[in-house]
T-cell receptor, first 115, second 111 residues
Framework: NAGVMQNPRHLVRRRGQEARLRCSPMKGHSHVYWYRQLPEEGLKFMVYLQKENIIDESGMPKERFSAEFPKEGPSILRIQQVVRGDSAAYFC?????????????FGQGTRLTVV | DAKTTQPNSMESNEEEPVHLPCNHSTISGTDYIHWYRQLPSQGPEYVIHGLTSNVNNRMASLAIAEDRKSSTLILHRATLRDAAVYYCILRRGAGSYQLTFGKGTKLSVIP
């Protein structure tokens, strides 16, 4: 059973370009979470999705950031018109259920560098 | 969400037990106590979780105080691979689904 797969592992974008980060949850998991980790800081929650639904996007910046988790295919975190401050590690996690008595499985992350 | 307090850093000698403390004095009755760790340049990894009773698994043990205002993660025999940042997180029992990470404890293991 493959773990949570994120790709690409490293992504370099110029200021103003778009960044697309993909996350395939573990098999059988329908709950996906995205986190961002700025250099030397802790992980910050961004968004929680179930298939075809955004449940909580309270941690998402109001502009330029969007996320989706379609019926088929991976979850996508999209950052439009990237700026240097978007440089960070972006982690995706999945769980089989959205209740607290389960563990979340994290991917290895995508390290975005904006030049 | 109720907050947790952990020491910024700790050191341990290899092959010795490690006790990582966590204070959560405002914990509610439905909060689960979760521990995750993050090795350098990797994603967080689940370690253990519990509600009221002490818990053991292949990775660690979780000792929960009787009043639940504190807990301790116990690594029975530290290895170099256990060097990581350890996060103590409370996850609410109802209507909650996200993990709120604090700064955690950076554990160094000395050979």
């Amino acid at each position: 059973n493959a773990g949570v797969m994120q790709n690409p592992r490293h992504l370099v974008r110029r200021r103003g370009q778009e960044a697309r980060l993909r996350c395939s949850p573990m098999k059988g998991h329908s709950h996906v979470y995205w986190y961002r980790q700025l250099p030397e800081e802790g992980l910050k929650f961004m968004v929680y999705l179930q298939k075809e639904n955004i449940i909580d996007e309270s941690g998402m910046p109001k502009e330029r950031f969007s996320a989706e988790f379609p019926k088929e295919g991976p979850s996508i975190l999209r950052i439009q018109q990237v700026v240097r401050g978007d440089s960070a590690a972006y982690f995706c996690a999945s769980s089989p259920e959205g209740i607290p008595n389960t563990e979340a499985f994290f991917g290895q992350g995508t390290r975005l560098t904006v030049v | 969400d109720a907050k947790t307090t952990q020491p910024n850093s700790m050191e341990s000698n290899e092959e010795e037990p490690v006790h990582l403390p966590c204070n959560h004095s405002t914990i509610s009755g439905t909060d689960y106590i979760h521990w995750y760790r993050q090795l350098p340049s990797q994603g967080p990894e689940y370690v253990i979780h519990g509600l009221t009773s002490n818990v053991n698994n292949r990775m660690a043990s979780l000792a929960i105080a009787e009043d639940r205002k504190s807990s301790t993660l116990i690594l029975h025999r530290a290895t170099l691979r256990d060097a990581a940042v350890y996060y103590c997180i409370l996850r609410r029992g109802a209507g909650s689904y996200q993990l709120t990470f604090g700064k955690g404890t950076k554990l160094s293991v000395i050979p």
